[in-house]
């Protein structure tokens, strides 16, 4: 048994005599009890002139203020699916302190049977209620969202998205003055587009003032039901032009960086090209089972919470993949004297949902695991294993395949051209990703990467629960894998005998028990090379040269980190928000090093996180 865990946070709503949920912090409804839906529509639908403010756009984005029981967010999603241009794509940013869960938000969307399909998707995927910014995809309709949970002022500092529209949705003012201040108004107006609209139930004239003062040109309407008055405001700035046409993509690698490259490309209406070397999974990401697992030894700083949200996202899209993920939960159990008060600072973190980490004693872990004289740990509800082969074949499905090893890249006539060692062309495109690992230092100057070999070892015996120490043991589909060696500058693929050896002591740091029923001898395995920077994170995003973008770096991490950063790669490819706040953009931006090195000499410089392409 585990140690009793934490309490989840209490849900933020009430419900009043009439059903109507109620926010016991502010006192006040979450909307209106003459019609949520239908003040939905006419206060910000209306009020942000849609649909007409989207025809013909390849691209809308919609902030929100106040994400509540997530109303204003259905009402959204069904006017797009019934008057989305062709091959738009709809962004949603929402903004939200104190999410509820979702059973409190199936009631509350309950009397709107007319949005009862979106309304069981939304739920199903219903988003995390750990601080930070969470992503919800629904490709099949054009629609991403990211749900910031945080202070709204945070959340606008650190979104770098461009709103077209804005539903200013939070609390009457008087009651949530916070979600009104004028840092906030600011934040509305940095990260608004030229020509944006806003829409509020609210006429108080502290928000009207702040509206002003920030440009926007603002006008009282007719209000919703018994109140009188609403406001309309806009942004005198001509509004953005349709945009330009898709993008050719070009990624370079068939592991799980390209993979992931390829599949949010996808998500967001392009359809890349991949070039492979050899074949699909042939490298690194070739390993018959994967740990999905974050980085702990940054514990909860911004670091940890990079990994925190890439956790996360992956653990859904594993989810939504047939026949990918093995096994759910992983145990991380002490091996340095830091460990018991860094597990302690984690699992009291906020990075993580509610009892998604729970704090393990030694007598937990060690009936958990089986193993007396165990240690403490930490047990993560949404770590993972999972099948490589199976994800690749799922995320690449359709894809435009290339099997060609590229030996350079070319600029011509606005473009890229990839090259074979015969001077032979194999493919031209406007974008190229690299996501070859140690390749792309090769392939572009000044990548900062090195080879990390590593060696798992396999044993055909019944696998434990996944668990990681000084190394890790994971279940496949056929037995037990373990390891990994890490041994930097080493390069070489081949399996070695004595790296088995080597693997087996780290299993009996972990797991003294199973290591001493197994024998080197009778063991299988196979070895990678990983690419790995000074700093051990990933590199993800543009390079010097013009539509040159990278995901690499990844270490032994990337079936973790891979589908998130592939996410911050393709949005900044395409313009579109990114799901990554700006301080962890940054954190993984390829610009940092160079950054460093000025700093040293003294020289000013500063990442930018967005490039324009």
Known sequence: MSDPPAMPDPSPVVWDENGTPRSPRFDDVYYSSAGGLAEARSVFLGGCDQPRAWAGRSRFVVGELGFGTGLNILALIDLWRRTRPDDGHLHIFSVEAFPMPAHDARRALAPWPELADLADRLLAAWPRRARGFHRLAFPDLGVTLDLAVMDAAEALETWTGQADAWFLDGFSPSRNPGMWRPQVLTGVARRSAPGARVATFTVAGAVRRGLEAQGFQVEKRPGFAAKRERLEARSPAAPQSPGAPKPRVAIIGGGIAGASLARAFRALG????????????????????????????????????????????AADLYD??????????????????????????????????????????????????????????????????????????????????IIGAVETIEAADGAWRLIDADGREIARADIVCLACGLNAARLAPDIPLTALRGQVSLAAVAPPAAVIGGGYAI??????????THDRDDADDGVRSEDHRR?????????????????????????????????????????????????????????????????????????APSPLPAPLAEIVHPGRFAVRRNRRLGRSAKVQVVDPT
């Open 270 to 313: 392009v359809h890349p090209r991949l070039i492979e070397a050899s074949a699909v999974g042939a490298g690194a990401s070739g390993n018959t089972a994967a740990l999905v697992m974050p980085r702990l030894d940054a514990g909860d700083g911004p670091i940890g919470a990079l990994y925190a949200q890439a956790l996360a996202r």
């Open 320 to 401: 939504q993949t047939p026949g990918a993920v093995i096994a759910n939960g992983a145990d991380q159990i002490e091996v340095g004297p830091k460990d018991p008060s860094r597990f302690d600072r984690i699992a009291r973190s906020d990075l993580f949902e509610a009892a998604a980490v729970d704090r393990l004693s030694p007598a937990a872990t060690a009936a958990r695991l089986a193993e007396p004289g165990a240690v403490g740990g930490l047990a993560f509800r949404d770590a993972r294993v999972v099948e490589p082969a199976a994800v690749l074949e799922a995320w690449l499905d359709g894809v435009d395949l």
């Open 475 to 484: 279940p496949t589909r056929q037995g037990l894998l373990f390891g990994a």
């Open 503 to 575: 693997n087996l002591d780290l299993l009996a740091t972990i797991l003294p028990g199973l290591a001493a029923r197994l024998d080197a001898a009778d063991m299988t395995g196979r070895a990678g090379v990983r690419a790995v920077t000074p700093d051990f994170l990933p590199l993800a995003g543009p390079l010097a040269a013009p539509r040159l973008f990278i995901l690499s770096g990844l270490g032994s991490r990337g079936f973790c980190a891979a589908p998130l950063r592939a996410e911050h790669v393709a949005a900044l490819v395409l313009g």
